[in-house]
């Protein structure tokens, strides 16, 4: 798919080595536009709506991170590029999608836009359409540990699951249970039966999903109504299973 991109770099020189390399490497990328300030980039964001946005940290009056302080509700993905490498934990932090050391590595750019292609296009088909996973339904039952004794539950009627310090709260359609185990033994248990770890707090059967809406990780809808977040560092791993 064609990326519309744009660049937020306050150096004229590494704005042109950027747009050329993106040229004659990244044929699926349109640049739409460049800003040398995080003003004129906030303000070139939320005019062109792009897919990527090349973005380097330290600029006039501002830096990186302001701006996507600003823009909280993002749907385009980031692609640092810096002459520094002490930002990549803050970059990590704040959803990056890759970060470019410059000089840039033409290998490293490719990678980075492909990387950012496939997140895309899957992000894509689901964006805002019935789901219709080609998984089987989950089969199987799970036991899950009561003070009297045990319940046995067909995992299939598991919608999903969430954390509660060291209980699990389990919703099923029409009630929840509270299980004195955490929420990543679930997510171990279940890990063969098509249950996925969308969030530090959310485990959901993907058979259950029936809407995705796209943003910084973006959120499922489940069978019942109820949306869940989902963390930008799961989406790839959760979009995978709509392939």
């Known amino acids: 798919m064609m990326l519309k991109a744009v660049i937020v770099e306050d150096e004229?020189?590494?704005r042109e080595i950027l747009r050329n390399y993106l040229f004659k490497y990244c044929k699926n990328v349109s640049i739409l536009g460049e800003a040398a300030s995080v003003k004129e980039g906030i303000e070139l964001i939320l005019q062109k709506q792009p897919d990527l946005v090349f973005l380097d940290v330290?600029?006039?009056?501002g830096n990186a991170f302001d701006l996507l302080e600003q823009l909280p509700d993002?749907?385009?993905e980031t692609v640092f590029v810096t002459a520094y490498n002490s930002y990549a934990l803050e970059a990590l932090n704040n959803h990056a999608a890759y970060y470019l050391m410059k000089p840039i590595n033409i290998d490293e750019l490719i990678n980075a836009v492909s990387?950012?292609?496939e997140v895309k296009e899957k992000e894509n088909v689901l964006d805002n359409r019935i789901l219709k996973s080609k998984l089987n339904k989950a089969e199987g039952k799970i036991t899950l540990p009561q003070q009297d004794g045990f319940q046995v539950l067909n995992i299939a009627d598991i919608l999903y699951c969430k954390a509660d310090d060291n209980y699990t709260e389990i919703y099923l359609e029409n009630k929840k249970l509270l299980v004195?185990?955490?929420l990543k033994y679930f997510e171990e248990a279940l890990a063969d039966h098509f249950f996925a770890r969308i969030h530090k707090?959310?485990?959901v059967n993907v058979n259950e999903v029936i809407k995705y809406r796209k943003g910084k990780g973006g959120s499922v809808i489940v069978s019942n109504g109820k949306e869940l977040l989902v963390s930008a560092s799961k989406k790839k791993q959760l979009l995978s299973y709509f392939e």
């Open 58 to 61: 330290e600029m006039p009056y």
């Open 180 to 182: 004195s185990k955490t």
């Open 12 to 14: 004229s020189g590494s």
């Open 115 to 117: 990387y950012v292609n």
């Open 74 to 76: 993002r749907t385009f």
């Open 201 to 203: 707090s959310y485990l």
